[in-house]
Nanobody, 124 residues
Framework: QVQLVESGGGLVQAGGSLRLSCAASGTIFRINAMGWFRQAPGKQRELVAVITSGGSTNVADSVKGRFTISRDNAKNTVYLQMNSLKPAATAVYYC??????????????????WGQGTQVTVSS
């Protein structure tokens, strides 16, 4: 079983910055992609940024140039640095990790796990 613990959300004024962290733990054999999604009230969950095991990144056009995703493989942690925040960024942010791990069944297989979500609120 894989546990993801997120931190770093909060309230910030427009133009400010926040850094989100998500640490994965459990019986993990290999972490593949790690990413961040967000869901605003009344909207569908959307991809914000993803980073592969090799370090390649893909960032949504709406945040490109302002948000940066990175990872520390030694710590099984993914980060999202958010700069020049806008009120439109207000949402619950979820990390997602694709990994080969021992699951509840006792078997090991690749699956996607989700963090509990952290609220980001940007005031105008």
């Amino acid at each position: 079983q894989v546990q993801l613990v997120e931190s770093g959300g909060g309230l910030v004024q427009a133009g400010g910055s926040l850094r989100l962290s998500c640490a994965a733990s459990g019986t993990i054999f290999r972490i593949n992609a790690m990413g961040w999604f967000r869901q605003a009230p009344g909207k569908q969950r959307e991809l914000v940024a993803v980073i592969t095991s090799g370090g390649s990144t893909n960032v949504a056009d709406s945040v490109k140039g302002r948000f940066t995703i990175s990872r520390d493989n030694a710590k099984n942690t993914v980060y999202l640095q958010m700069n020049s925040l806008k009120p439109a960024a207000t949402a619950v942010y979820y990390c997602a990790v694709d990994s080969l791990a021992r699951r509840d069944s006792g078997n090991r297989y690749t699956g996607r796990d989700w963090g509990q979500g952290t609220q980001v609120t940007v005031s105008s």
